[in-house]
T-cell receptor, first 116, second 115 residues
Framework: GENVEQHPSTLSVQEGDSAVIKCTYS??????FPWYKQELGKRPQLIIDIRSNVGEKKDQRIAVTLNKTAKHFSLHITETQPEDSAVYFCAASTVSNTGTASKLTFGTGTRLQVTL | EAGVAQSPRYKIIEKRQSVAFWCNPI?????LYWYQQILGQGPKLLIQ????????DSQLPKDRFSAERLKGVDSTLKIQPAKLEDSAVYLCASSLVSTGDNEQFFGPGTRLTVL
């Protein structure tokens, strides 16, 4: 099955700096890559996603890049703010065993700490 | 629109006891997922329903875990008997359909502690 690796596990940046989180996936058939933000004690929430027919997508201070050949995708946060502090999960969508549905495989998470 | 609802929010049990979790997805969402999130890890899919049918339960420990979605709306996840390693947050999520790039909306989760 799909395997998603995520690095780094923790990341500390100063307010205003940029943060980059990287993920790799194993299944070349994966075609959808969402990123979720999970604040302490709260539910994961989608912040941005990218489809396999696109190389880059940007939404204000957040951008995601995808390299299908290398099976890499990355989250970029610019001008970080204290409220960006959270755990970020990447995920890859692959077709399930029955072939009738897609399922998400999550990375292990990156704890981002934005310091003043 | 109302989000995914889950109950209870917290549950503490002793090992070998049984426990059940309930999930009500977003209205109109055909697909429902149960995830297990162990502290410090990403969510791991346990089971995925499309309406009231199971489309993926490959990572569900079927000797102790069971789940149902009888009427294609609400779902329950049961653990019987519980083990210490079952301590985790159990997240329910739903999406409009089951294929392609459909956003999954998560509920608040049930934090299970097995003593």
């Amino acid at each position: 099955g799909e395997n998603v690796e995520q690095h780094p596990s923790t990341l500390s940046v100063q307010e205003g700096d940029s943060a980059v989180i990287k993920c790799t996936y194993s299944d070349s058939a994966s075609n959808y890559f969402p990123w979720y933000k999970q604040e302490l004690g709260k539910r994961p929430q989608l912040i941005i996603d990218i489809r396999s027919n696109v190389g880059e997508k940007k939404d204000q201070r957040i951008a995601v890049t995808l390299n299908k050949t290398a099976k890499h995708f990355s989250l970029h946060i610019t001008e970080t703010q204290p409220e960006d502090s959270a755990v970020y999960f990447c995920a890859a969508s692959t077709v399930s065993n029955t072939g009738t549905a897609s399922k998400l495989t999550f990375g292990t998470g990156t704890r981002l700490q934005v310091t003043l | 629109e109302a989000g995914v609802a889950q109950s209870p929010r917290y549950k503490i049990i002793e090992k070998r006891q049984s426990v059940a979790f309930w999930c009500n997805p977003i209205s109109g969402h055909a697909t429902l997922y149960w995830y297990q999130q162990i502290l410090g890890q990403g969510p791991k899919l346990l089971i995925q329903f499309q309406n009231n049918g199971v489309v993926d339960d490959s990572q569900l420990p079927k000797d102790r875990f069971s789940a149902e979605r009888l009427k294609g709306v609400d779902s329950t996840l049961k653990i019987q008997p519980a083990k210490l390693e079952d301590s985790a947050v159990y997240l329910c999520a739903s999406s409009l359909v089951s294929t392609g790039d459909n956003e999954q909306f998560f509920g608040p989760g049930t934090r299970l502690t097995v003593l």
